[in-house]
Antibody, heavy 128, light 114 residues
Framework: EVQLVESGGGLVQPGRSLRLSCTAS????????MSWFRQAPGKGLEWVGF??????????EYAASVKDRFTISRDDSQSIAYLQMNSLKTDDTAVYYC???????????????????WGQGTLVTVSS | DIVMTQSPDSLAVSLGERATINCKSS????????????LAWYQQKPGQPPKLLIY???TRESGVPDRFSGSGSGTDFTLTISSLQAEDVAIYYC??????????FGPGTKVDIK
C-alpha cells in the first residue's frame, strides 16, 4: 500500500525556517518524481514545487511565490522528500501536502505528470 | 501560467441525481502529438487530502466508481457524477498538467446534497 506521511509542520515566526519531510512507503520511491502542494485555510490548492527522479536528472522546479526561498530535495536511500522553507511569510501559512507524481507521457526526455497519491498533510502556521 | 476556471462555485443536488461540474482552461491543454488532454480531476473531502479521480480528461483512476466520468477537449471539460451519493459531498478541482511542472488548479466546486 502506497503511503506518504508528512511531518515537521508547526508554528514558526515570520522570517524563520522550517523543514518538512515526506516519508514514503509501499512503492519504489527512487523511480518517481515527487511534488509539494499547499492549501491555505479555506482556500484552494496551490502547487509549490517538484523534484524529478534521478533518472530524469533529479532537477527541481518551483512556483514563483516560493522560488529562492524554498528548496526541495530527496533522499532515495530513505525514501524521503524534503521541503526546506526559508524566510517564511505569513502568506505561507497552509497545510502542506506531498504527492507522488505519476508520469503521463514522456518524449525527448521530458515527461508530464499528474498526482496519484497524496499524504494527509502537515500544517505550517507562520505568525509572530 | 495556464489559468483554470470552474463553474459553478457550488451546487446542491438531490441524492441519485446528476451533478455536472465545468472546467475551462485559458489555453488548450490538448497535446497534438499524442491527442491527449492534460487534465485531471480531484476530489477533496473535508479534512482530507485530494484524491485523484480522472486523468487524461476522461480516464478513471483505478478504484473510482463508474458514476464519475470526465469529458471534454481543448479548453472545455466536464466532470459528471451520474447518480450522486452521500459520500460524494466534497470539493472537486480540475488541474492541468500540460505545462508541467507549472501545474495549476481550478478554484474548486463544492458539491452538497439538496
Amino acid at each position: 500500500e502506497v503511503q506518504l506521511v508528512e511531518s515537521g509542520g508547526g508554528l514558526v515566526q515570520p522570517g524563520r525556517s522550517l523543514r518538512l519531510s515526506c516519508t514514503a512507503s509501499g512503492f519504489t520511491f527512487s523511480s518517481y518524481a515527487m511534488s509539494w502542494f499547499r492549501q491555505a485555510p479555506g482556500k484552494g490548492l496551490e502547487w509549490v514545487g517538484f523534484i524529478r527522479s534521478k533518472a530524469y536528472g533529479g532537477t527541481t522546479e518551483y512556483a514563483a511565490s516560493v522560488k529562492d526561498r524554498f528548496t526541495i530535495s530527496r533522499d532515495d536511500s530513505q525514501s524521503i522528500a524534503y521541503l526546506q522553507m526559508n524566510s517564511l511569510k505569513t502568506d505561507d501559512t497552509a497545510v502542506y501536502y506531498c504527492s507522488r507524481a505519476r508520469s503521463g507521457y514522456c518524449t525527448g526526455g521530458v515527461c508530464s505528470y499528474y498526482f496519484d497519491y497524496w499524504g494527509q498533510g502537515t500544517l505550517v502556521t507562520v505568525s509572530s | 501560467d495556464i489559468v483554470m476556471t470552474q463553474s459553478p462555485d457550488s451546487l446542491a443536488v438531490s441524492l441519485g441525481e446528476r451533478a455536472t461540474i465545468n472546467c475551462k482552461s485559458s489555453q488548450s491543454v490538448l497535446y497534438s502529438s499524442n491527442n491527449k488532454n492534460y487534465l485531471a480531476w480531484y476530489q477533496q473531502k473535508p479534512g482530507q487530502p485530494p484524491k485523484l479521480l480522472i486523468y487524461w480528461a476522461s480516464t478513471r483512476e483505478s478504484g473510482v466508481p463508474d458514476r464519475f466520468s470526465g469529458s471534454g477537449s481543448g479548453t472545455d471539460f466536464t466532470l459528471t457524477i451520474s447518480s450522486l451519493q452521500a459520500e460524494d459531498v466534497a470539493i472537486y478541482y480540475c488541474q492541468q498538467y500540460y505545462s508541467t511542472p507549472r501545474f495549476t488548479f481550478g478554484p474548486g466546486t463544492k458539491v452538497d446534497i439538496k
